[in-house]
């Protein structure tokens, strides 16, 4: 006996539509990570003035229309930075990143202070390269400069989402407000601070961590208490 199991047509074209439509997003979120990677090496290599949409589309092997696409130059420059420095662009939550969530379960402040410089000199020394081009070119173009701005703006959200978790938890100072104790820890882990200290300086990247870490606990950390 044969049985013949019948499905709607409507059925089968929506999970056919809904089929395809994944499949662009993931060929559209491929491509936007060879674009932003190409401009990554770019950009640091050659700077901001030097790198042209051209160049960045023939490294990534996609076409100039493809690149212009993805938004203007310096809007790629910024995704440039957030890939370099976190292997992603546009997330909007470090604590939506694999290392925010490993953050989140660290109940200790101490074991969370030392992630924390740990991956703030990884992520510095990754964006490192980065860094001339950004500011160089921000200081030329008042489009990479408007962007720039904005992309600080949200480096000190990150910094006040994490300080947030932390806050909750009670491990921050509770004599400074918290706005500053925000505001501190955003100065103390930029990467101007990084490239002052590694490459003007002359200091080492370890060297750096042991600063880092000894100025975000007397700074913004509460001290530990006396057995």
């Known amino acids: 006996m044969v049985v013949f199991i019948t499905v709607a047509p409507e059925s089968i074209s929506t999970k056919t539509r809904t089929y395809r439509s994944e499949l662009r997003q993931q060929q559209a979120e491929q491509t936007r990570s060879r674009v932003v990677a190409a401009a990554a090496e770019l950009f640091a290599a050659d700077g901001y003035a030097r790198t042209t949409l051209a160049k960045i589309a023939a490294a990534a092997g996609v076409s100039a229309e493809t690149v212009q ?136 990247v370890d060297a750096y961590r042991g600063w880092c870490r000894r100025m975000l606990a007397e700074t913004v950390f509460l001290a530990p208490q006396a057995n």
């Open 69 to 204: 696409g993805q938004g203007p130059k310096a809007a790629l420059l910024i995704a440039a930075v957030e890939y370099a420095a976190v292997g992603v662009s546009g997330e909007e939550s470090i604590l939506n990143l694999d290392v925010g969530r490993k953050l989140i379960a660290i109940d200790d402040p101490l074991e969370a202070l030392d992630f924390v410089v740990s991956v703030v000199a990884d992520v510095n020394k990754r964006s490192a390269k980065l860094a001339p081009a950004l500011f160089g070119g921000a200081a030329s173009d008042p489009e990479l400069d408007r962007y720039l701005n904005e992309f600080i703006a949200g480096i000190n959200s990150q910094v006040r989402r994490v300080l947030e978790v932390f806050c909750e938890r009670g491990w921050l100072r509770d004599d400074v407000p918290f706005d500053e104790l925000v505001e501190t820890a955003a100065v103390l882990c930029t990467v101007e601070t990084y490239l002052r200290m590694t490459q003007r300086d002359g200091w080492s």
